[in-house]
């Protein structure tokens, strides 16, 4: 794993290293870079792969906040996370989804859960789907259920909904068990399923969505399959 560190002051920067030393005794594979501004990240970024960016709020120069606003508008999916002596910040942290905010000092028992966040997400499933504005990568945990408009799809997510100009099929080809097909135009995460009652599936905000009189069993046996599948994880 890579982890740029962006800090300014020296000794904090030393501190925050050994730190990082202690996890990558237990970690193996991981290394980090440190930079004394965001403008020297942001200079560095586009030759240099980062799985993780860990930003000092309070920077000389333009601060920790404005650095990561600026990544995003480049980067949607690099991991960012924060640290700060001070807490009033960390809601200001949601606008750049970041994953974690830390405060100093730095420790190892704050480290470590950071960076198995980071690992984890590596290893999670996505689609690389084709939007209006390009390629977009959207992992499958956080697809509630698909949509289908014309000849596109919606992809209803957590926080919003983006339209795909794909069809059905191709995406439904590219996705795992857990999602399952209950109308001609409806392709549902069974992780954000509450009931089935009928000729309709509700999911755990209250939204409602049709089944097929064909589908009812096939979709009765995913969603039983899917839960005895999570209560033995």
Known sequence: MQVAIVEDEPTTQMAITTVFRAAAEQMG???WQCFASGEALLFALPEHTFDLVLLDIRLAGIDGMTTAKKIRQKDADLPLAFLSNYDQYVFDGYDVSAIGYRL???T?????PLLAKVAKAKL???LMVQTT??????FFYDV???EVQGHDCLLHLQERVVMVKQPLSELAAQLDDRFVKTHRAYLVNLGYVSALDGAQLTLNDGTTLPVARGQKQAVRQALLAHYRGLAHE
Request: positive net charge.
């Open 133 to 138: 504005a390009g390629l977009e990568k959207v």
């Open 104 to 106: 100093k000092p730095l």
């Open 144 to 146: 509630r259920f698909i």
């Open 29 to 31: 594979d991981l290394q």
């Open 124 to 126: 999670q499933p996505a």
């Open 108 to 112: 190892l028992e704050k480290l470590l």
